[in-house]
Nanobody, 129 residues
Framework: QLQLVESVGGLVQPGGSLRLTCAASGFTLERNAIGWFRQAPGKEREGVACISSSGETTNYDYSATGRFTISRDTAKNMVYLQMNNLKLEDTGVYYC??????????????????????WGQGTQVTVSS
């Protein structure tokens, strides 16, 4: 059974750091692009970062560029989102999701949520002083 489980988020002060983990089971990262998404209260879900199934391509939303880093460990089947210099507007529920890709798409990934087939349950990240 395919499953994605995010680590527990937490409360972080502005300027602080937090690393989220997405544990994947039932499928291999080499066949799936993984994305991280965020949904703030009263707002639509937005893409934050993604990593291709080849692991060679990463993309970031402009709000995350320079502050967030997505990475993965294929041996552990886990994907990470390192978030630095957190801001109040980073508050929200964070989700990881998997996009089953193959062939020519293995070096691509998107932060568009409609492309993703499987989703984790989400984890709350609150940035507040």
């Amino acid at each position: 059974q395919l499953q994605l489980v995010e680590s527990v988020g937490g409360l972080v002060q502005p300027g602080g750091s937090l690393r989220l983990t997405c544990a994947a089971s039932g499928f291999t990262l080499e066949r799936n692009a993984i994305g991280w998404f965020r949904q703030a209260p009263g707002k639509e879900r937005e893409g934050v970062a993604c990593i291709s199934s080849s692991g060679e391509t990463t993309n970031y939303d402009y709000s995350a560029t320079g502050r967030f880093t997505i990475s993965r460990d294929t041996a552990k089947n886990m994907v990470y989102l390192q978030m630095n210099n957190l801001k109040l507007e980073d508050t929200g529920v964070y989700y990881c999701a998997a996009d089953d890709v193959s062939g020519s798409r293995r070096h691509q990934c998107t932060t568009v949520s409609l492309a993703y087939d499987y989703w984790g349950q989400g984890t709350q990240v609150t940035v507040s002083s």
